[in-house]
């Protein structure tokens, strides 16, 4: 199992009326968390499509609310891949506040596309080859 954190602090321009994340900020959570763990594995998103030709687009999301995140607060983002990608990838992320409680928890499924002719394909070797250390026993 791949594992990452990253932390993000919430800003105003977060928050609703009660003070707390607004939740639709939660998918741009999910992505910081996405974004930076495949960064941490070698892979920048913005090579992937420009020198790869690799899309990722989402498939579905699914968020768990269980408490607010406030104005200020720095979010932990546990970010993990579970099972090593074959036709998609699924990326979980915990998110917890300062004092180490869960606050929301998302699973984001994306399929890999081919840039050049939009076609569905394969998880690309390149994406395997960074993650399948972490999945041998």
């Keep these: 199992m ?4 990253a932390t993000v602090r919430v800003l105003y321009a977060d928050t609703d009326q009660m003070g707390y994340v607004y939740y639709g900020n939660y998918a741009r959570y999910y992505e ?3 974004v ?5 594995l070698g892979l920048k998103y913005a090579e992937l499509e420009e ?12 968020s768990r609310f269980v408490r607010p ?6 979010l932990t983002l546990e970010t993990r891949i579970s099972k090593l990608p ?3 990838i699924i990326f979980r992320t915990d998110i917890y506040n300062e004092k180490k409680k869960l ?9 890999f596309m081919d840039k050049l002719t939009g076609k569905r394909i394969s998880t ?12 041998e026993i």
Excluded at 51 to 62: F, L, Q, T, Y
Excluded at 103 to 111: A, D, H, Q
Aim: zero cysteines; proline letters at 6%.
């Design 124 to 135: 690309p070797s390149i994406i395997v080859d960074k993650l399948k250390p972490y999945f």
């Design 69 to 74: 995140a406030l104005y200020d607060e720095l």
């Design 86 to 88: 074959e036709q998609k």
């Design 51 to 62: 020198k790869h030709h690799i899309m990722m687009p989402v498939i579905s999301m699914e």
């Design 2 to 5: 791949y594992i990452h954190h």
């Design 36 to 40: 930076e763990a495949m960064r941490n």
């Design 32 to 34: 910081v968390g996405r």
């Design 103 to 111: 606050v929301n928890s998302g699973i984001v499924r994306l399929f």
